[in-house]
């Protein structure tokens, strides 16, 4: 922010200076340089209302974009979050143990509190409401319902295919919301 700054003020120092040079060589009728007062406040007051505008504006659209960009990283992160789930949910269905379990409610747990963030920060474009929420809901539900968490869990290939299934439009849920942030 310093640095536009000094690289603005640097450029109208040069742009004075450049136009002091110019008017040596052009020559100028003496009523040129008959500023009156009121002249000087008026350019002046034009030079600041400007310089205050063109900052106001790139203020806000950089902090729009910046908000852009975190909720962009947030939905990144919460899909290698689920992508981590079913990976793990995937080994834990070949082969039931306990830190597998544990590992899938931790990550449920931290996936839960990234939608939660989604949901509160979403952008108008991009719609994080309480049907993502849902079918995140559903998700959980599809990985971790009846035989989650029993010693000789059984899926069967319905219970898989509803769990690829739900994994899937949330997939394509989290795709559609990062298209629609920067369109």
């Known amino acids: 922010m310093i640095k536009k700054t000094l690289i603005t003020l640097l450029l109208l120092i040069v742009g004075v200076e450049l136009g002091i040079i110019l008017s040596y060589w052009i020559p100028l009728k003496k009523e040129f340089y008959n500023i009156r007062a009121i002249e000087f406040a008026q350019w002046i007051s034009t030079i600041i209302i400007a310089v205050f505008i063109t900052y106001f504006i790139s203020t806000k659209i950089s902090y729009s974009v910046k908000k852009k960009e975190i909720l962009y990283d947030l939905l990144t992160r919460f899909q290698s979050v689920l992508n981590e789930i079913i990976r793990n949910g995937y080994s834990y269905i070949d082969k039931p143990d306990d830190d597998k379990e544990r590992e899938i409610k931790r990550l449920f747990k931290d996936a839960s509190i990234k939608l939660s963030i989604m949901i509160e920060h979403t952008e108008k474009q991009c719609k994080v409401d309480d049907s993502f929420r849902a079918e ?21 290939e319905i219970t898989i295919k509803q769990i690829e299934e739900k994994y899937g439009l949330l997939l394509n849920r989290i795709y559609q919301c990062k298209l629609q942030l920067f369109s």
Do not use: N, Q, R, V
């Open 136 to 156: 995140y809901l559903e998700f959980k539900i599809a990985l971790t319902d009846t035989p989650f968490g029993k010693k000789e869990a059984k899926y069967s």
